[in-house]
């Protein structure tokens, strides 16, 4: 059995956070959403990082023979930008985004080494559909940055980095769905109907992915869950070749995230 595990991260005083885990046996096949956890945030017993922390901590033990736990997808930055890096990494990373600021048309805003880093200037620049991607020392993502470098302190498994708006659009766009979608999935008024018409499609597309009822209702109810869902399946996606591979000019040392490829191989994908 192989475990994806995706973590839509909040503030620690939010009971936003949600946590999806999908559980893979390639021998039958069948992909199971074994646990979906929305709304995880203060508790009576102890704080929100604490408890966290002994859920993620949890993932990664099982009875089962064969076990493999992938890591954990989280749309949170899981690095910082060059000026927080060693003087030898923070140059070659800063060349790489001075020479592609120079290349992008029009020129935006100068990158700034305090608040930018290569994967985001990639993903907002340079791919097909110029993603909206917040910087990564933004207002809304600052703050998860230093939680989850707090977090990760003494957290034991290997974390990846996803955007769900940018995943939802490419696999929306793979499945042949309707643009407008990506941009409506988190309406209040059109959002339910198509998340759950996402579930459908995506099923048929994934024909092992199980759900059970209840937790059906919770992807289509809560975004949040559906976000936490998303970064799970990106995962697995990846873990079947259909996510972007690192561009032979990247940065090495850099992060690279996790992003559905622009054309999915859905018969590579039990």
Known sequence: MIRFAGLELSGAHSQKTCL??????????RLILSQIHPGMGREDNGNS??????????????????????????????TL?????????AARELSWMNDYWHKTKPQPRKF???????????????????????????????????????????????????????????????MGAPLSWAENYTDID??????????????????????????????????QAFHSFILAITQYLDHHKQCETRPPNFPQESLWGLIPKQHISWDKVP
């Not at 559980?23 to 039958?28: I, K, L, M, Q, V």
């Not at 990082?49 to 989280?74: H, Y």
């Open 49 to 78: 990082d604490e408890i966290l922390l002994l859920q993620l901590n949890s993932l990664g033990v099982s009875n089962q023979e064969n076990f493999e736990f992938k890591g954990i997808c989280t749309q949170a930055p899981t």
């Open 190 to 223: 059109k959002g339910i109907g198509i998340r759950e018409k996402f579930v459908s499609m995506i099923s048929e597309k994934i024909p092992s992915l199980f759900l059970y009822d209840y937790d059906l209702e919770i992807l289509v109810f809560e975004v």
């Open 112 to 174: 700034l080494p305090y608040l930018n880093r290569p994967f985001e200037i990639w993903m907002k620049y340079f791919t097909p559909e110029k993603f909206r991607i917040p910087e990564s020392m933004g207002a809304n993502l600052a703050p998860l940055a230093i939680r989850l470098d707090f977090l990760r302190r003494d957290l034991k498994w290997s974390l990846y980095e996803s955007y769900p708006r940018a995943c939802v659009q490419r696999i929306l766009s793979a």
């Open 20 to 29: 999806a885990v999908l559980d893979f046996y390639p021998e039958s096949p």
């Open 81 to 89: 930008p060059p000026h927080f890096n060693s003087p030898e990494k």
